[in-house]
């Protein structure tokens, strides 16, 4: 398997625009996390999904995020507009279960740059 | 709610001297412990785990004990080399519904 696979890996956009990051899990894996991480706030969890479905999105900054997941092979998030204050390095991981029984597996991140 | 609390980084230290770094957490229940490394321009990794109380986890030489009655999870190794030097994040997952809790990070710089 090739890992979870997160495109694109450098993305850098204007403050009003929209972003779309994207995520390829690890076929069979039943979870979906998405991460944020930045200097200031470390590692934080934004949204998970199980059978492609919504559990926590608690961790959403505001309405201007959104994340979807329509199969079991890709999900997105989506900031529409971005703003400066959304760059970050965001993960998408992927597990067996919640706790991961060998461990989440995450992308490779996308570094997000808004201008 | 859920918290983990790492020593602030960077750590740095000489190639095979010893390493700590400490983990402590607070959480309901009796959560799992897990450490992961993030090497430079990548993703988090699983390092190791432990599920229950005075359960070791290892892994390339790394060590960690869960200790439920200090609520600690100190990570070890007896002698680093200069690819260890990575940021390293220690992790709880409880038996709710919440995703994995990742603690701030410790950076660890091995010199030659």
């Known amino acids: 398997d090739a890992g979870v696979i997160q495109s694109p890996r450098h993305e850098v956009t204007e403050m009003g625009q929209e972003v779309t990051l994207r995520c390829k899990p690890i076929s069979g894996h039943d979870y979906l996390f998405w991460y944020r991480q930045t200097m200031m706030r470390g590692l934080e969890l934004l949204i998970y999904f199980n059978n492609n479905v919504p559990i926590d999105d608690s961790g959403m900054p505001e309405d201007r995020f959104s994340a979807k997941m329509p199969n079991a092979s890709f999900s997105t998030l989506k900031i529409q507009p971005s703003e400066p204050r959304d760059s970050a390095v965001y993960f998408c991981?992927?597990?067996?279960?919640?706790?991961?029984?060998?461990?989440?597996?995450f992308g490779s991140g996308t570094r997000l740059t808004v201008v | 709610g859920n918290s983990v609390t790492q020593m602030e980084g960077p750590v740095t230290l000489s190639e095979e001297a010893f390493l700590t770094i400490n983990c402590t957490y607070t959480a309901t229940g009796y959560p799992s412990l897990f450490w992961y490394v993030q090497y430079p321009g990548e993703g988090l990794q699983l390092l190791l785990k432990?599920?229950?109380?005075?359960d070791k986890g290892s892994n390339k030489g790394f060590e960690a004990t869960y200790r439920k009655e200090t609520t600690s999870f100190h990570l070890e190794k007896g002698s680093v080399q200069v690819s260890d030097s990575a940021v390293y994040f220690c992790?709880?997952?409880?038996?709710?519904?919440?995703?994995?809790?990742f603690g701030s990070g410790t950076r660890l710089q091995v010199q030659p």
């Open positions: 432990a599920t229950k109380a005075d």
């Open positions: 992790a709880l997952s409880d038996t709710g519904r919440r995703a994995l809790t």
């Open positions: 991981a992927s597990s067996l279960g919640r706790q991961g029984t060998g461990g989440y597996t």
